[in-house]
C-alpha cells in the first residue's frame, strides 16, 4: 500500500511537470522572435524614413565656400552715350483756324442747294440759292423811283438856269430864283437816296446766291430745301458749317515750370516740332511746328495754351478731334543713357543694378533725366560701359550672383558642375 501511494504521489508530481514544462520553450522563443521582428521593422522604417530626408535635404545645404543659391538668369544691357529728346507729351485738341456757320442774309424760300455733304469747296464756290423775285421786283421799283427823280432833278436845274439869267436882268425877284436853287438840293437829294435804294435792291438780289466764304469743308446740312429762312442770328441754326481743314492747329497746354525753356528757345531763333499722335498714343497722324503761346497762364491749372499748325495734306486731323501733342522742346546731345527697364525705385531712391566683373550685383543710386523712347538719360552715378540689370530685378538684392544670356541663350557662366546641379526650389522674393 505504501508502495501504491508512493508511486501514485511520484505520478501524481510527475504529470503536471510534463505538461508546464513541454510547452513552455516554444512560447518564449515565439514571442521575443515577434518582438525582435517588430523592433527590426520599427529601426529599418526609421532609418528608411531618415535616410530619405537627409536626402531630400541634402541639396538645400550648400557646401562650405559655395552661394547658397544658384546664379540668378538676368537680362542686361550696356551703359552707352547717344542723344535724347526732351519732349513734352501733352494732351491737345484739333483746333479749325476758320469755322464758318453760313446764314442767310435776307429771308426768302430756299429753293437750291449746290453742295454735295462733306466736300471740300472752294472760296465763291455755289452753296444755296434763295427765291430772288421779290428783290428783282424791289430792284425795278427803285430804279422807277430814281428815274422819276433824276427827271425833276433835271427839270429843276433847268429852270434855275433861267430863273438865274432872268435875275441878273431884274426880271424877277431875287427870292425866286433862291427858292429854285433850294429845289434843285432837294431833288439831288432824292435822286441819292434813290440811289441809295437801288444799290441796296442789288445787294439783296446778290444775297439771294450764296457763296463759301473760305476754303474749308463742309458738314451736313442743317436746312433743307423748300424751308423759309430769315437772316435773325438769334434763332437761326445756319445753313451749313464749314471748317477750314488745310492747314488746321492743336491746342495743347502745358506746364507752366516749362515754359522758359520752350521761351528760351523761340526766342533764339528755334522752330519747335509737334507731332500729334491718336487718342491711344501709338499712331502718328501728322507733323507741324509751334506757331503760337497764350497771354496768360490759368490759374487754376497753372498751364499754359499753346497752337501748333499742321499741314494737314492727307486730312488725318478733324476738328474738336482729341490728340496727344508731342512737343521737341530741345535735344541733349551725347549724353549716358540706359534703358527704361534698368531704373528702379525703390528704398534708396532711384537706382539700378550694376553688374560687377564677378557677375554680382550692386545697387547703384542714379540721377535720372528725360525719357526718350525707350531710353533714359542718367546725368550722375553710371559710366559708358557699365553693366545694368533690364530683365529680372524683382529677385535681385545686393550681392546676389546672376548669370548673363549669350548669343546661345544658354548663361554666360554655366559649368558643367552647376548644370549638374540640381534645381533649387523657388521662394518668393526677399522685400528689398
Known sequence: MDERVERSDTQLKQAPVS????????????YWLLTLLIAAGLGGGGWYLWHQHQTAQAPRTAPPGRAAAPPQPVG??????????????????????????????????LQEIG???????????????????????????AKGTL??????????????????????????????????????????????????????????LEYCRIVSPLDGQVGLRLVDMGNYVTPNTATATGLVVIAQIQPISVVFAVPEDNLPDIVQRLRAGASLTVEAYDRSDT????????????S?????????????????????????????????????KNVIRVPVPAIQRGEPGTFV?????????????????????????????LEPGDKVV?????????????????????????????????????????AR
Open 19 to 30: 505538461r508546464e514544462t513541454r510547452p513552455a520553450p516554444r512560447s518564449r522563443g515565439g
Open 76 to 109: 542686361f544691357a550696356t551703359v552707352d552715350r547717344g542723344d535724347v529728346r526732351i519732349v513734352l507729351n501733352e494732351l491737345g485738341t484739333v483746333t479749325s483756324l476758320d469755322t464758318v456757320t453760313v446764314q442767310t442774309q435776307i429771308a426768302g424760300q
Open 115 to 141: 453742295y454735295t455733304e462733306g466736300k471740300v469747296v472752294r472760296k465763291g464756290d455755289f452753296l444755296a440759292q434763295i427765291d430772288p423775285r421779290p428783290y428783282i421786283a424791289a430792284l425795278e421799283q
Open 147 to 204: 428815274a422819276k427823280d433824276q427827271g425833276l432833278l433835271a427839270q429843276a436845274q433847268t429852270d434855275l438856269k433861267r430863273y438865274q439869267t432872268l435875275g441878273r436882268q431884274d426880271s424877277i425877284a431875287q427870292q425866286q430864283v433862291d427858292d429854285q436853287r433850294f429845289l434843285v438840293q432837294q431833288y439831288a437829294g432824292a435822286v441819292q437816296t434813290d440811289q441809295g435804294t437801288v444799290d441796296n435792291a442789288k445787294l439783296n
Open 283 to 294: 499712331r502718328l497722324l501728322a507733323t507741324g511746328s509751334l506757331s503760337a503761346l497764350d
Open 296 to 332: 496768360q497762364i490759368s490759374t487754376t491749372t497753372g498751364t499754359l495754351n499753346l497752337r501748333a499748325i499742321f499741314a494737314n495734306p492727307d486730312e488725318m486731323l478733324y476738328p474738336n478731334q482729341f490728340v496727344n501733342a508731342r512737343l521737341l522742346v530741345d535735344t541733349m
Open 353 to 381: 543694378y550694376l553688374i560687377e566683373p564677378d557677375n554680382t550685383v550692386s545697387v547703384r543710386v542714379v540721377k535720372t533725366g528725360p525719357i526718350d523712347g525707350g531710353f533714359q538719360a542718367v546725368l550722375s552715378g
Open 390 to 430: 533690364t530683365d529680372g530685378t524683382d529677385r535681385l538684392k545686393e550681392g546676389a550672383v546672376v548669370s548673363l544670356p549669350t548669343a546661345k541663350g544658354k548663361p554666360a557662366d554655366a559649368t558643367p558642375e552647376k548644370a549638374a546641379a540640381p534645381p533649387e526650389r523657388r521662394h518668393p522674393p526677399e
